[in-house]
């Protein structure tokens, strides 16, 4: 079974923090994403992964960035956070191959709240 | 524009009966997958079941079905004999090579299913 790992579940943190949520998968998959979770709003995609220090923008980059140094390690940053990105964050991953039924499998998401 | 949309915020189903999630989608590419996901109050996204665009035959996994209706540009989601494990919050989402990335999927608001015993 792909096994993808969200390292914090729920966290607390202050505006204008440095904020890493880390994601880690368990099957070689080369495409990694971010996608940002919001009541009403469904996923919306932030950033997604390639390869190993390739990225991409999704939809809603601003405020965000990241770092893929190894192929199984995703990191989402939030260089200053701030309320409005209080949120649900899901990490993903998938394997290579641009066909329309690569199943993008998902982690139990991150929890993030900055007061 | 919106490319899925699920109108149904929230639904209602008695235990052991059917029901169907909405789902409409909007592409101009011939060529794309639709997906739909589970996402329990846990918050993890659990994979259902997928259609292509080309694929002759509706898509059914177990006690889930997907009904689609191409030139409707609709694919809802049927489950039968609903049980209370179903209780969750359902995403429609959908990949085409619109925008040159085929990579992501794009997701609707979702809808919100509750099972009453």
Known sequence: DVKVTQSSRYLVKRTGEKVFLECVQDMDHENMFWYRQDPGLGLRLIYFSYDVKMKEKGDIPEGYSVSREKKERFSLILESASTNQTSMYLCASSSSGIFLGNTIYFGEGSWLTVV | ?117
């Open chain 2, 1 to 117: 524009a919106q490319k899925i949309t699920q109108t149904q915020p929230g639904m209602f189903v008695q235990e052991k009966e059917a029901v169907t999630l909405d789902c409409t989608y909007d592409t101009s590419d011939p060529s794309y997958g639709l997906f739909w996901y589970k996402q329990p109050s846990s918050g993890e996204m659990i994979f259902l079941i997928y259609q292509g665009s080309y694929d002759q035959q509706n898509a059914t996994e177990g006690r889930y079905s997907l009904n689609f209706q191409k030139a409707r540009k609709s694919a809802n989601l049927v489950i039968s004999a609903s049980q209370l494990g179903d209780s969750a919050m359902y995403f429609c989402a959908m990949r085409d090579l619109e925008g040159g990335s085929a990579r992501q999927l794009t997701f609707g608001s979702g809808t919100q299913l509750t099972v009453l015993p």
